[in-house]
């Protein structure tokens, strides 16, 4: 079984659409995050949600809109697509926040997402 | 924030060579990790190492944390060792994970 999955891998889309990216992870974590890894491979973290809660909440455009419904789950809503958007958008979790011993992230596979 | 810088940017590899990748980081930190990311995109944890040394087959990292810097050593490379090498760090206090940009290593046969 995959640890951290996320649908779709792939999402071709038209500028303006609004769409979504799901994300499950089946490790009991408490932590959960969204990164966007943009085309120069740089990661940088968009959100974390701890025990549903939201942690990290960095500097990205009030378009995107992350939504946890329990700790396994962390979905994010984006509004009114740009061509910028485009990017691979990546989950990933941990057993619980901050820097405790022990606390590796796990990565989902990536949602490619291509705005036309 | 803490600043992650990764060298080289770039490295081309014969198969069968090793090769050392460096990590240097601005601030103490509580949490180190290596990531493979493979040509087709997966982003594979290596190692969690904030400090000391840890082996894995071919693959070895050392962290010195005193010092600010971690080394991912790679022995006998092979064509599938191609890829992204990414080191992460979460400061001491933070929640954050903060990435290099990476060494993008390629193994020619």
């Known amino acids: 079984d995959t640890a951290v999955s996320q649908t779709p891998k792939y999402l071709v889309t038209q500028m303006g659409n609004d769409k979504s990216i799901k994300c499950e992870q089946n490790l009991g974590h408490d932590t959960m995050y969204w990164y966007k890894q943009d085309s120069k491979k740089f990661l940088k973290i968009m959100f974390s949600?701890?025990?549903?809660?939201?942690?990290i909440n960095e500097t990205v455009p009030n378009r995107f809109s992350p939504k946890s419904p329990d700790k396994a789950h962390l979905n994010l809503h984006i509004n009114s697509l740009e061509l910028g958007d485009s990017a691979v958008y990546f989950c990933?979790?941990?057993?619980?926040?901050?820097?405790?011993?022990?606390?590796?992230?796990?990565f989902g596979e990536g949602s490619w997402l291509t705005v036309v | 924030g803490i600043q992650v810088e990764q060298s080289p940017p770039d490295l081309i590899l014969q198969e069968g060579a090793n090769s050392t990748l460096r990590c240097n980081f601005s601030d103490s930190v509580n949490n180190l990790q290596w990531f493979h990311q493979n040509p087709w995109g997966q982003l594979i944890n290596l190692f969690y190492i904030p400090s000391g040394t840890k082996q894995n087959g071919r693959l070895s990292a050392t962290t010195v944390a005193t010092e600010r810097y971690s080394l991912l050593y790679i022995s006998s490379s092979q064509t599938t060792d191609s890829g992204v090498y990414f080191c992460?760090?979460?400061?001491?206090?933070?929640?954050?994970?903060?990435f290099g940009k990476g060494t993008k290593l390629s193994v020619i046969p």
């Open positions: 990933a979790s941990s057993k619980h926040a901050g820097a405790s011993s022990g606390n590796t992230i796990y």
């Open positions: 949600y701890n025990n549903k809660e939201l942690i």
């Open positions: 992460a760090v979460t400061a001491a206090g933070s929640y954050q994970l903060t």
